[in-house]
């Protein structure tokens, strides 16, 4: 027992629900998932989460998303629920714009869940992805206190990335590291150059940008390069245009920016260290790249 749960607060609205409190939860077993929808690590949880949804929720449990938003376009309202509808989330989802609910669980970690009793009570947490048989098993035990028999469980298989692979890297001035960060113009469009040379983990940039607090815009003949260990590359866009896909030199796909969210540059089978080059249409902006 880790003490009460913390009530939601500072909540701007709510999706696939009326307004909720963990007060008239009470009674419920509630499972609360912080995340946001352009993270990668936390779409890789959702279908687990839909599962537990669909097998628990008739017999006493409660889900809720609270979306905690990472880039300042994910704080719109309509943008989440567009994306929500996509992913086809059914339970209740949570805006936390301001952080409000975030900060009175102290919590640090897209994606991270919170697992409450009956009695409002913490009694399980994990941060990241994985260990989605234990958070299962945690969910029916505290399911099954008051004796009500119970389905199998879900048994999905663990599909969480293994082996090192490149760390998240972002765009944008604020947090952008390594050789190629002292040299950015902040806020103002500036023509930059591939250097002979590009370190492991690290990204430079090409052609004209205008490089920004949270993202890097495209300007005319932009290009971006990064050297990276994973099997799979993900990259948060926003505008509209296109971004061509280089592997070590060889065309992999043309992406077609529709909209702001998350995309997949690269799908391999196998880990392995790769050059990645972009070629960006104008006014299309890259917020930060994910690995898998």
Request: glycine content about 10%; aromatic content about 12%; some cysteine.
């Amino acid at each position: 027992d880790y003490g009460a749960a913390p009530e939601f607060a500072g909540i701007v609205g709510w999706l696939n629900s009326e307004p909720l409190t963990l007060a008239q939860l009470r009674g419920r077993v509630v499972l609360i998932d912080f995340w946001t929808y352009s993270c990668i690590n936390c779409l890789r949880t959702l279908p687990y989460i839909k599962e537990w949804d669909a097998r628990y929720r008739k017999l006493g449990l409660t889900i809720v998303g609270v979306h905690s938003p990472e880039f300042a376009f994910e704080r719109r309202k309509s943008n989440v629920r567009e994306n929500t509808q996509r992913l086809g989330l059914r339970y209740p989802i949570a805006l936390d714009n301001e952080f409000g609910t975030w900060q009175a669980w102290s919590n640090q970690y897209w994606p991270a869940k919170y697992l409450i009793d009956r009695d409002g009570h913490v009694r399980f947490y994990h941060f990241g992805e994985g260990e989605y048989a234990e958070t299962e098993e945690a969910i029916r035990t505290l399911l099954a206190e008051r004796g009500r028999p119970l389905p199998e469980a879900s048994e999905l298989a663990d599909e969480s990335p293994r082996g090192a692979v490149t760390p998240e890297s972002y765009l944008g001035y604020e947090r952008l590291v390594g050789s190629f960060a002292a040299g950015v113009g902040r806020d103002r469009e500036h023509t930059y150059s591939f250097p002979t040379r590009l370190p492991a983990n690290e990204v430079a940039f090409a052609g004209r940008w205008r490089i920004e607090g949270e993202r890097a815009v495209a300007g005319r003949g932009a290009r971006l390069r990064l050297s990276y260990r994973a099997r799979d590359v993900y990259l948060v866009l926003t505008g509209r245009g296109s971004v061509s896909v280089l592997v070590d030199g060889k065309p992999e796909r043309t992406v077609q920016v529709r909209g702001d969210k998350l995309y997949t540059l690269v799908e391999r089978p196998e880990l392995g260290d790769h050059l990645l080059e972009l070629r960006l249409s104008p006014g299309v902006a890259g917020y930060a790249f994910t690995f898998g």
